[in-house]
């Protein structure tokens, strides 16, 4: 293949050490459509030097105080934070996302995961109770678990790995991390800093491939107890099955089809734009993106005039572009998939109000072939449809009426997800009634994506199990043991 020897080559990172792989697998820019990058396609050989040198690094590892990795962390932080343009580059080309986003969201929220767990680490307490009458003490301790086996998806690919990596070790645990084979570089990118963070080899492994090899191979592996996920529901349910055997510890973040609900006294300068950056924000490729926006009839044919009309506005442009405020979708495949979901939608009889197949797309001529699509908005929906049910993943977001706040909670609630959801409203009671008896993980209340990460994140029913943040992310990755004395 002609330019072969230009394209970037990554290679797995093993017990402090790059290594080469006999075998490799094409990434591709997802703004030309074109091969970039050749990525490892490790398997089970591979897993087994990683857990060979995590199982290793472990005791050392573990016997540091808080202190000492809490420092090891913020060093590793700074490290990221001095090469933050050079990795919102490559974040931006690698996933197809605006350079603006890289720069804004995903690698500063990559430092501030590290700056994070390095300092909850500090703030832990155990519990004591005395029982002075049987003349006993009782007091719990918790310890890590080992080996960590952390499987990162492609939408948010440092953000979402360092979310996971940054707790297993602060907690004292090493880790064999795998990110998606769409989405390697910028993981490649941290192995480069971990020496000089003065992160000891084998304490974060990286290796790099397909689920089916390298996934596999680490989830069903004994040695690792431990997995934490994020990615799709099937996926999650195989990482179930081949991790049944061995009783692991598993923390699943999934899907979403994620409700916005909009009441008739929301205010609509607010609510428009950030209900926009809500469906449509990073492609829709967020598990927290609106998908389903229900709107109280009285204002639907305002709202959807002036959403349409935002909608529009919102610049499709290349990654690199400072004024687009949406790429590329990941890969081909995918952006057939979502183009699927509109097709069904036409033949269901729903009207799609602007874009895909309504509105022309303007791209460069280099970039003609890549995997673009403009932010589409569909209604005259029934709620039973696919585009209503499933997750899309993409720049896709249904509009429907709703009359009774009964009724819209019982179709907010009428999906196997229950991730995340928002309601506009300037009524503070209905805002708790409707939050608490909306199945969600997380509400938001006239804002969208304000997080706190001392705060549990995960969600209900199908949306996954277990949580995450400062409280949640210590109890998964560690074990808690009572230890009682009697003096």
Same mark, same amino acid.
């Given at each position: 293949m002609a330019g072969t020897k230009a394209l970037l080559t990554l290679e797995n990172f093993i017990n402090g050490k790059f290594v080469p792989c006999d075998s490799y697998i094409d990434s591709y820019d997802p703004s030309t459509g074109e091969v970039y990058c050749r990525v490892p396609n490790s398997g089970k050989e591979e897993i087994e030097a990683a857990v060979e040198a995590a199982r290793a690094a472990f005791p050392g590892w573990s016997a540091r105080s808080a202190q000492e990795?809490?420092?090891?962390?913020?060093? *590793?932080? @700074? &490290?990221?934070?001095?090469? *933050?343009? @050079? &990795?919102?580059?490559?974040?931006?080309? @690698?996933?197809?996302?605006?350079?603006?986003?890289?720069?804004?969201?995903?690698?500063?929220?990559?430092?501030?995961n590290f700056r994070f767990f390095a300092s909850s680490i500090l703030h832990h307490t155990s519990e004591c109770t005395q029982m002075d009458h049987m003349g006993c003490l009782h007091y719990t301790v918790r310890t890590p678990v080992g080996v960590a086996g952390l499987i990162s998806p492609w939408n948010l690919p440092l953000y979402l790995l360092t979310w996971k990596v940054a707790p297993a070790i602060a907690a004292g645990n090493t880790v064999i991390a795998k990110p998606s084979e769409l989405t390697s570089v910028t993981a490649w990118m941290m192995c480069k800093l971990l020496?000089?963070?003065g992160v000891p080899p084998g304490v974060v492994n990286i290796v790099f491939g397909t689920g089916p090899r390298v996934g596999e191979a680490l989830v069903s592996h004994p040695e690792v107890p431990l997995i934490s996920f994020t990615g799709s529901q099937p996926t999650a349910e195989r990482i179930t099955q081949l991790s049944a055997p061995h009783c692991k510890k598993l923390s699943l973040e999934l899907g979403g089809k994620n409700p916005a609900i909009i009441f008739e006294d929301a205010n609509l300068e607010e609510c428009i734009p950030t209900t926009v950056k809500s469906s449509f924000a990073n492609q829709g490729e967020i598990c927290l993106c609106t998908s389903r926006i229900f709107v109280q009839r009285s204002i639907y044919s305002e709202f959807l005039k002036k959403f349409v009309e935002a909608t529009r506005m919102w610049k499709v442009g290349i990654p690199s572009d400072p004024l687009a405020s949406m790429g590329a979708l990941i890969s081909k495949a995918h952006l057939e998939k979502v183009r699927?979901?509109?097709?069904?939608?036409?033949?269901?009889?729903?009207r799609i109000l602007c874009g895909e197949g309504v509105d022309t797309l303007?791209?460069?001529?280099?970039?003609?072939?890549?995997?673009?699509?403009?932010?589409?908005?569909?209604?005259?929906?029934?709620?039973?449809?696919?585009?209503?049910?499933?997750?899309i993943f993409g720049p896709v977001t249904c509009v429907v009426p709703f009359d009774s706040e009964e009724e819209v909670i019982q179709r907010a609630n009428n999906v196997k997800y229950g991730l995340a959801a928002t309601v506009w409203s300037s009524n503070v009671g209905r805002v708790h009634r409707v939050a608490k008896k909306l199945q969600s993980g997380l509400v938001w209340t006239n804002c969208w994506l304000i997080r706190e990460l001392n705060l549990p994140f995960g969600g209900m029913k199908s949306s996954g199990i277990g949580r995450e943040g400062a409280k949640d992310s210590y109890e998964f990755f560690t074990e808690i043991k009572t230890i009682t004395i009697k003096h």
């Open positions: 990795r809490s420092q090891v962390l913020h060093r *590793l932080a @700074d &490290l990221l934070e001095k090469s *933050l343009e @050079d &990795l919102a580059q490559a974040e931006s080309r @690698d996933q197809g996302k605006t350079i603006t986003l890289a720069r804004t969201m995903d690698i500063p929220r990559s430092v501030q020496e000089t963070a699927s979901y509109i097709k069904k939608a036409r033949a269901e009889g729903a303007n791209l460069p001529a280099r970039n003609q072939a890549g995997y673009f699509m403009l932010p589409t908005v569909i209604t005259d929906i029934k709620d039973e449809s696919c585009c209503m049910k499933e997750e």
